[in-house]
């Protein structure tokens, strides 16, 4: 069924109709409340595009729940998209597919390794403060997420994920130098064909999101600064 939204433009009773708000969504408001005071900028993108923040469509608005619920927060991404709600699903299932699912035999912490190199050749803030707060906290290494960001090349990585990083910028700085060498790289330290198929679609995933992102001056959620500071010792 075609999806449908509420106008945000509008100012019918509908829409400004009061109710009463969930326990996250109080907190998220308490946060946002508390941060208005910072000095910097502090839009979810520079595009005065109506967004919403609840949907008719039932897919859209578990989802957002979900993030309420799970995140304690809706990522600004999602907030950008979600004045086009079509192309918000269709974001939302590429990313989840990509990044989440089990389709790929990558580990997740590849998966986000990929997006942090990626979002430093682009210099994207936004995905390097998300993304980078992933790696924090799926590898529970705080200084890993910022040595991926400012220079993988001086961190303590096992040969699988050098390699990977190293094929990762070459093909985002200068993808017509890629060749079957390069591919065999990956297979020599242990990667599948299809594992070279993902890399390279998580990298070209990034790669547009990162274009997107600096385009609309996408900033960040607050929360994603603090998430994950402490080192977690592994067991």
Same mark, same amino acid.
């Given at each position: 069924s075609e999806m449908c939204i509420r106008d945000s433009s509008r100012t019918s009773s509908t829409v400004r109709k009061q109710r009463t708000l969930t326990p996250n969504e109080l907190k998220e408001k308490e946060h946002f409340t508390q941060i208005n005071n910072s000095y &910097? =900028?502090?839009?979810? %993108?520079? +595009? =005065? $595009? =109506?967004?919403?923040?609840?949907? #008719?469509?039932?897919?859209? #608005? *578990?989802?957002?729940?979900k993030c309420r619920e799970k995140l304690g927060m809706i990522p600004n991404v999602l907030r950008a998209y979600s004045h086009d709600p079509t192309r918000l699903k269709h974001f939302v299932n590429m990313y989840n597919d990509l990044m989440l699912g089990d389709s790929s035999t990558l580990t997740k912490l590849e998966r986000e390794m990929i997006a942090v190199a990626v979002s430093h050749v682009n210099r994207c803030f936004y995905c390097l403060v998300a993304h980078g707060a992933a790696v924090r906290k799926l590898s529970g290494d705080p200084r890993l997420g910022e040595l991926i960001a400012f220079?993988?090349?001086? *961190?303590?990585?096992?040969?699988? &994920?050098? *390699? %990977? +990083?190293? @094929?990762?910028?070459? $093909?985002? #700085?200068?993808?017509?130098?890629? *060749?079957?060498?390069?591919? &065999?790289?990956l297979r020599t330290v242990g990667f599948t064909n299809r594992e070279i198929w993902d890399i390279c679609e998580i990298a070209g @995933?990034?790669? %547009?999101?990162?274009r997107v992102a600096s385009g609309v001056d996408m900033l960040p959620n607050e929360q994603y600064h603090k998430q994950d500071r402490e080192f977690k010792p592994k067991e």
């Open positions: &910097q =900028p502090r839009h979810i %993108m520079a +595009l =005065p $595009l =109506p967004l919403v923040e609840h949907f #008719e469509d039932k897919d859209l #608005e *578990a989802y957002f729940n220079n993988y090349r001086i *961190a303590e990585l096992s040969d699988r &994920q050098r *390699a %990977m +990083l190293d @094929f990762t910028i070459k $093909l985002t #700085e200068k993808p017509y130098d890629i *060749a079957e060498n390069d591919r &065999q790289r @995933f990034f790669n %547009m999101s990162n």
